[in-house]
């Protein structure tokens, strides 16, 4: 990762005073070299910042349903049978589903549709991102796929006629015994498999559909840079190859109307949302809400840790996410030239004939719609879009990460991260090692000022994630924790360590002609890297790095059932807040796979006022409204 990142800059001192005023530097200015500005610094974007998916969603449909030239989708994964905007209503369809509105946009105001969605023979059935493609391709209907009057409202008359007439509708399924409870979900699968198979036939208007999957040639040269590399933590999964042959393109950005009426009326989103039904939910969190999706195994015997008498839910458990909608402005050019490059890529369309189309009021391409250049407003925000990119080797979302932390060192606020991956190790170093720095140079010139250390303000680290999905992230999960001294939660990862280390560190072994010899026992490698990590305990992380660090995991609680209840609340988020004054978010996790390896978007923001309302309204969020942190002064944290 570039050191240049950092601009040089000359700070006048009032050696009388003591005091000096510098301008800190969020963004990645070497990234915004005139001239050959690869991720512009731009000024005149309007944001607005939306929690969970009934939020962000309701606008996304509501700006598809008025759009007028071209709707630009790039997606992890892509369900045409949810509803963006739900009714209370138990039963499928609740609202207008994603594939209906892409329809109506495409076939009756003949708007140009766009959709690229990542897909791999191997990750996408085991992810199950495209309902009716990955998965869910054996539907209930003789005769398999149809290409005449794709809707959620027919799919439902149809199998409805069959149960009615009690018709033969396949080898696996009789009209007479299809439960009618079954009838919804029977037809949304039909539905999603034969809205694909008329999207990829081009019988959906000006709809067109692209895949893409991971470049492995390009993720291994990104990997090869990375300080740690991947290993092989289970028997389970090798890492490594799971990286390398496995990347996914994780970026859901959506671009509506960019050139038309020269962007006038362009809105972009940056977002963490999937457009896959099970990341619908709302900001009430509620223990069970039938306008997610309905739950299975797990959720019928899911419980709070330890408390196996709590278990038992009938839908998903509550997901909280984020998404930034972009008005207007040049950061929705650096959307549509991403947008455009991989578009071509899906392909390997040589002639690069999106890319061509690519707009920038320095590189040569194409101009830009010429309100996007409009003079920036005072309540307008600076925004840089940043990117991994293994097709390019673009790492500067992690870039962004670093460079928040080593501004975030110099002062004494707070950094808040809440990330669905807490499992990047080299970035909880990076943390230290930054304020460590800080702590030196106090001590050096805390004499001649007259003070001593405990005077140095504190810097508070807040951390807020989910339990690990899978065993095989625990261990990056628990390292990174460990890393900041904050490990002692995951006990059933500390227990294993400890169970290893008590184990004898020799054992005898016969040999040739009877001969007993003594072997060291080789501890597994996970073990081994956690033991080498130096766990910091609250003193010295004080002492030592001028940190307070919480880390919380959430929960909601209701009384249900003639008791009080409690399930987690998952954190989908990917979102840093630092000091009321710097923001991101997008669709990269705080991991290796996000920072090196899956293609991610992050949008990176220096606006007070965007990142103060956020921060109050996520804490007022998360604490029941009983705390926002006020105006964000030292105190009050």
Not at 337 to 345: Q, S, T
Not at 470 to 483: G, K, S
Request: glycine share 8%.
């Amino acid at each position: 990762m570039p050191e240049s990142s950092g601009r040089i800059e000359t700070t006048h001192i009032d050696e009388v005073g003591r005091t000096a005023t510098s301008s800190l530097q969020w963004l990645l200015e070497n990234r915004n070299l005139k001239g050959k500005a690869t991720h512009p610094i731009t000024h005149n974007n309007k944001l607005t910042l939306f929690i969970c998916g009934q939020e962000g969603f309701a606008d996304i449909a509501g700006e598809i349903a008025k759009a007028k030239h071209s709707i630009d989708l790039c997606c992890w994964g892509f369900d045409p049978g949810m509803e963006l905007v739900r009714g209370n209503s138990a039963t499928w369809p609740r609202g207008e589903t994603f594939g209906d509105l892409l329809i109506d946009a495409t076939t009756r105001r003949h708007v140009r549709v766009r959709l690229l969605v990542w897909y791999d023979r191997i990750g996408s059935p085991i992810a199950r991102t495209m309902p009716g493609h990955s998965h869910g391709t054996s539907p209930w209907k003789t005769g398999g796929q149809r290409f005449d009057d794709i809707s959620a409202k027919a799919s439902l008359a149809m199998l409805q006629e069959a149960v009615r007439k009690k018709l033969v509708l396949s080898s696996a399924f009789r009209g007479d015994i299809v439960r009618p409870e079954d009838i919804p979900m029977l037809a949304r699968e039909e539905y999603c498999h034969s809205w694909y198979a008329a999207a990829f036939h081009g019988l959906l208007g000006r709809l067109e559909i692209r895949l893409r999957h991971g470049d492995s040639a390009a993720i291994s040269k990104s990997i090869a840079t990375e300080i740690n590399q991947p290993h092989g933590l289970t028997m389970g999964e090798i890492e490594k190859p799971g990286m390398q042959y496995l990347g996914t393109h994780h970026q859901k950005p959506v671009l509506i109307d960019f050139d038309h009426e020269e962007g006038a009326k362009a809105v972009g989103y940056v977002m963490g949302l999937n457009s896959v039904t099970d990341y619908w939910d709302t900001t009430a969190h509620l223990l069970d809400d039938t306008r997610r999706e309905q739950g299975g195994v797990n959720e019928r015997r899911e419980c709070v840790q330890g408390m196996a008498a709590d278990g038992g839910f009938a839908t998903l458990k509550p997901y909280q996410d984020y998404a930034c909608r972009i008005d207007g402005g040049r950061a929705l050019i650096a959307l549509y030239n991403n947008f455009v490059k991989a578009w071509d890529r899906a392909i390997d369309d040589r002639t690069r004939s999106a890319s061509k189309s690519c707009v920038s009021w320095e590189l040569p391409c194409g101009s830009p719609p010429a309100r996007l250049l409009d003079k920036a407003e005072p309540s307008d925000s600076t925004v840089q879009i940043v990117l991994t990119q293994p097709e390019e080797q673009d790492k500067t979302i992690k870039e962004t990460y670093f460079r928040a932390v080593t501004q975030a060192s110099l002062a004494a606020g707070y950094l808040y991260v809440e990330n669905q991956y807490f499992q990047y190790e080299e970035w909880a170093r990076h943390l230290l090692a930054e304020r460590k720095k800080v702590v030196a140079a106090w001590k050096a010139g805390s004499v001649k000022a007259g003070k001593s250390l405990e005077d140095m303000p504190v810097m508070h680290v807040f951390i807020v994630i989910p339990v690990p999905e899978r065993a095989q992230m625990v261990p990056r999960t628990h390292d990174t924790l460990a890393t900041l001294g904050q490990q002692s939660g995951m006990t059933g990862q500390n227990t294993m360590i400890d169970d290893y280390n008590k184990q004898p560190k020799t054992r005898r072994v016969r040999g040739g002609f009877g001969i007993t010899n003594e072997v060291e026992v080789k501890l597994p490698y996970v073990v081994q890297h956690a033991n080498g990590i130096n766990k910091p305990g609250v003193m010295t992380l004080e002492s030592e790095f001028g940190l307070k660090v919480s880390v919380a995991m959430l929960n909601v609680s209701a009384f249900d059932k003639d008791r009080w209840r409690y399930r987690e609340i998952y954190i989908h988020s990917k979102l840093m807040l630092v000091d009321d004054a710097f923001m991101t978010l997008g669709s990269a996790n705080l991991n290796q796979r996000s920072m090196a390896v899956d293609s991610e978007i992050n949008i990176a923001a220096v606006d007070r006022r965007v990142a103060r309302d956020l921060r109050k309204r996520v804490w007022r969020m998360h604490s029941g409204g009983l705390v926002d942190g006020g105006a964000g002064r030292r105190r009050r944290l």
